[in-house]
């Protein structure tokens, strides 16, 4: 279960604390779209902290664009530190030279492009919650469809991110079996 730390500003602001150094008592939630929406529309961070407080209704909103930029900040730490790959040919050469830790494809990008990404590793995890103009940003270029982080601390921190990113944004397969399954509660039954 992954969870965001929430603090109290002095001015009584809610602030989300994603790197949960932030002076003050926390106020923590699951690290869900819903669950945030939900606490802000029930009034709950001021029930929690005890006293009136002020929240932004596009909280969960701001909170989602606030994961998204760590996650990237980790990428691009990882590209200057040499720890991070683009392209499908160098990350297919990082594979197989077993220097990979997370494999990262555009969530925009072509289904089969990921596929064969996974195919060539499936034990390693597939993070596909980015698009392709967000990777590109990371790597200093105009669009990224797959990528690769190598072992080390930021990978982990990667992951990390992500995983609570998955609560504010579905990834590709999530979106197709949503969508086919509204399909289907669509379909007009015969008379």
Known sequence: M???RFVLA???TIVPDLAGRL???GLWLMARRDI???AVTKRLFARAARRPVIVDDGLADRVEVLLAKRCLDHIGLARRAG???MGFAKVQAALQAGK???LVAAADGAADGRGKLKASAPSLPLVERLTSAELGAAFGREHVVHAALLPGRLADA???DTARLGGFRAAPAELSAKDSEAGKARVPEKE
């Open 36 to 38: 945030v929406a939900a």
């Open 10 to 12: 002095p001015d009584g």
């Open 83 to 85: 720890r991070a790959v």
């Open 158 to 160: 990667f992951l990390a």
């Open 100 to 102: 990979v830790a997370v």
């Open 2 to 4: 992954e969870l965001l």
């Open 23 to 25: 002076p003050g008592r």
